[in-house]
């Protein structure tokens, strides 16, 4: 069974920092791997989305890349903004299947 | 495009009632989900659809919930009877084979 774990559980930086989010699978047999954006009371936008083939992809000030082998991906924050308080969440489905997994989310304060 | 549509947005029943969520896929999507989210967590697959079919209810509570989605458009999901542990955002997506997921914006449900 997929496990996904998100560390830390809960980050708070200074506006202006620049900032990493991890996240661990235990199962590397993927075919993507998306990060997601969820405000307090809201549904989950999608950031990015990273294929297999792939080792990373950028949007704006977002960064994420992807290491099937070690089952890991991070996603990096240039230069925070308090907009960018949020909980981020990564997910992973299954090769063959189209379940997402995902992680319990690392919550973001941006200080300004 | 437009996104994927759900109502209500939130919902507050007593337990033992019954309650139903709505959703609206994007145009073109076969693939529709139903998750689960208490707070605190990640979202959890309840069914998933391909078109009009059932691909994946192993994590529903069939004794409760149902869903349907007739002509492999919109989607219901039922509970009866609800229960205090229900509290939760019921997220609906959607997704083409190989891409990425979009969520909708979740009903709020809490029972009490």
């Known amino acids: 069974k997929q496990e996904v774990t998100q560390i830390p559980a809960a980050l708070s930086v200074p506006e202006g920092e620049n900032l990493v989010l991890n996240c661990s699978f235990t199962d590397s047999a993927i075919y993507n791997l998306q990060w997601f954006r969820q405000d307090p009371g809201k549904g989950l936008t999608s950031l990015l989305l990273?294929?297999?083939?792939?080792r990373e992809q950028t949007s704006g000030r977002l960064n994420a890349s992807l290491d099937k082998s070690s089952g890991r991906s991070t996603l990096y924050i240039a230069a925070s903004q308090p907009g960018d308080s949020a909980t981020y969440l990564c997910a992973v489905p299954l090769t063959g299947a189209n379940n997402l997994f995902f992680g319990t989310g690392t919550r973001l304060t941006v200080i300004p | 495009e437009a996104g994927v549509a759900q109502s209500p947005r939130y919902k507050i029943i007593e337990k033992r009632q019954s309650v139903a969520f709505w959703c609206n896929p994007i145009s073109g999507h076969a693939t529709l989900y139903w998750y689960q989210q208490i707070l605190g967590q990640g979202p959890k697959l309840l069914i998933q659809f391909q078109n009009n079919g059932v691909v994946d209810d192993s994590q529903l509570p069939k004794d409760r919930f149902s869903a349907e989605r007739l002509k492999g458009v919109d989607s219901t999901l039922k509970i009866q009877p609800a229960k205090l542990e229900d509290s939760a955002v019921y997220l609906c997506a959607s997704s083409r084979q190989g891409m990425g997921y979009t969520f909708g914006s979740g009903t709020r449900l809490t029972v009490v």
């Open positions: 990273i294929q297999s083939s792939q």
